[in-house]
């Protein structure tokens, strides 16, 4: 089955007169419909990985395809949920999922019926005529996330996008999203710090490595059932101690490079 391919990918930045390697030969494959969470020490290229993907950079070196066709540029088959939500405050939560659709040139009925089917699919039916402003974080982020599922794109990228909601929040949405990937059948690439987040979500967990970022290892993380509490069931802790194994030497290394970074510059 395709889906992505990350093969060999390399990107390197030129920062003043020092060019330094975010990525150096990453070589992933996500399963076409797969849910998978990618973590890693803080600096090493997660979100610049997730950046290649969605087309808004270009590698240094390697490709990555998209169900065989090489990513050349951003595209309408992918939909990215950002930290920040990035709403527009003078549209209405409605207003905002429709705008992906406008530029796609749904005509307005259709427009305005994708927009309340997504807002109902991401729990806010009753919400439409609400601004930015009048909404919770948690809410806000489920309007970015309905923005980007109601073009209907082949694949979700999604860069720590619950980060900065309480735990309470972020563990709600969390369930949400489980459901709607249910739902929908997407192609999902979830970036995050958390461990536990990253074990609730993925059926596979990538594990980067300390700059230059490539996959150290990806853990397959399979539940009897996904009724009830999975936090509670042992072996939710065992994958997360089988995680935090792989990410220990990483963070310290990671923790190393920028404390000689500091010393360099300070």
Known sequence: MTGISIRDVSKTFQVRE???????????????????????????GKSTLLDLVAGLAAPTGGEILIDGVPVAGPGLDRGVVFQQYALFPWRTAQANVEFGLEAKSVP????????????????????????????????????????????????LLMDEPFAALDAQT???L????????????K????????????????????????????????????????????????????????????????VAAAQAQERKAASVHG
């Open 108 to 155: 307005k009925k259709e427009r305005a019926r994708r927009a309340r089917e997504h807002l109902e699919l991401v729990g806010l039916a009753g919400f439409e005529d609400r601004y930015p402003h009048e909404l919770s974080g948690g809410m806000r982020q489920r309007v970015a996330i309905a923005r980007s599922l109601a073009f209907d794109p082949d694949v």
């Open 174 to 185: 969390q369930e949400e999203l489980v459901r709607v990937w249910e739902r929908t059948g």
């Open 170 to 172: 972020r563990e709600s």
């Open 18 to 44: 020092e060019s330094f390697t975010a990525l150096d030969g990453v070589r992933l494959d996500v399963r076409r419909g797969e849910f998978l969470t990618l973590v890693g020490p803080s600096g090493c």
């Open 187 to 250: 192609t999902v690439i979830f970036i995050t710090h958390g461990i536990d987040e990253a074990v609730y979500l993925g059926q596979r967990v990538a594990v980067m490595t300390s700059r230059p970022g490539r996959i150290k290892e990806v853990v397959e993380v399979r539940f009897g059932s996904r009724a009830g509490d999975l936090r509670a069931d042992p072996a939710f802790g065992e994958y997360r101690h089988l995680v935090w194994s792989l990410l220990r030497d990483e």
